[in-house]
């Protein structure tokens, strides 16, 4: 007797190979078997006819954690037919951090994370996987993230890890891999990270290596001084090639101004590709991104962690030099900032940074700093999306190409705090899964393959993201004739269409389209 048969539905089974008529037969948490089961005894049937039966979806890049420990139901990721997240990204998350770290870090990554409780035992990588297991609806995997294991190292501090302080990194690196981390993750902009230098990457990364895990590189643009060839996917080669790791980019894509220009991103990595390189990608479909407004002050002003940084902005001639670092740009990249998050002024959340300083009569650059003054610092942002249609859609067409190529995963980037998050939070996959029907350029065995077996293997997830006998039973449904995000940048929280069933470990995570409250997900590998 199976607990559960999902019946009549195309199997797409994750691997490549193509779709087939099957039925799949759960017990417990894994798959038990595969074929025609019309006859079998089951608890329950889902009738599957007409609609695609693949794996669940394995999201190689979020920032869920903190959103995960305040709702555990996480309808925006389960409901696009995720099961797996991956968290510790881009450099920067919780673990491991004595209690007084996780506080400041808590507070400086709050305007992206979230608002989780502040006395949670986050010390090991453990500790941290703890409050995951079996309490949420999604499978968890955790990188030992960077700037993280820089600040317990050796503070908020523009200093290289060396001596004393590189050894406490690489043992808290060491520890959190045996703890179950799945890899190590650089960012761009998440302070401590940036001050870290190329030489304490590559001493980390070979930790990395040794562990057979993944060096997941957020290229990093901030403090360039401190990073080889000037940061970006140059310095992410150079610290693979030095410590012999495999190397996963993340969220790699044009933008708009390389759009339609897919040799201009790959030039770069293939000129320093050796024979031994090892690279993958992975992309989320969308032409702007999301982050923190307090990422974007200078370094100088990160100087001793969030207290510090508030008695800054509050001082008249501290404020000045952070001004003119902000207004400094010909370029005018605070003109693309949308205040994405902002839970202690919510009714502000949607407005352009621009417009709010016209409003009040200031710079971008001072509107900003009275924004994170008043806000304690907690301010998300979206960037605003390209206003040429054409830009945008040519940067569709070159998602569609560069998920095409086989070192190519999917990712939602999902940056989930507040009223108005990126869209991404609520559509990556499903839009991915529509800009094939309408783009093409790839089967759907093959995407679906970029969003479970690929990263499965890639991330040595056991047993994950095949349809097979034995493997766990985490399984997406949708209707591949019309799946589609419905969330935007004018309207973000909006759910997807056409994905009615997912399941997380042999138990229904959404139902008919509803979540379930089942919270079946686990801590892997
Ligand atoms: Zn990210």
Redesign the pocket.
Known sequence: MFDLVISGGTVVDGTGRAGYRGDIGIKGERIEAVGDLSKAEAKRRIDAMGLTVSPGFIDT???SEGALLVDPQHANGVRQGITTEFLG??GMSYAPLSAYNFKTYRHWLGGLLGDPPEDLDMQSVAAFRRHYHKKISINTAYFVPHATVRLQSLGFHDKPLRGEALETAKKLTREGLEQGAIGFTT?GKYYPGPWGDTEEIVELVKIVREAGKIYMC?PRKNVVAHAFGGGGVVEGMEVARRSGAKLHF??YRTQPESAGNIPAIMGPIDAARTKDSDVTFDIYPYPS???IAVSLLPAFAQEGGPAEILKRLRDPSERKKIVAYLDRDEKPMLAMIILGYMPMAPEMEGTRLTDLAAKRGRTPGEALCEVLVEQNLKVGHVGAPPDSAAVRGRMDRDFMELIARPDYMVCS?I?PAGRFPHPRSYGAFPRFLRLRREIGGISLEDMIHRMTDRPARRFGLKDRGRIERNAFADVAIFDAATVSDTSTYENPRSFPLGVPYVIVNGQVAVDNGTCTGVFAGQAIP
Do not use: P
Request: charged share 20%.
């Open positions: 890049h979020t920032h990204i881009d960012g957020e993340a969220h991104g999301s982050s980037d940056t």
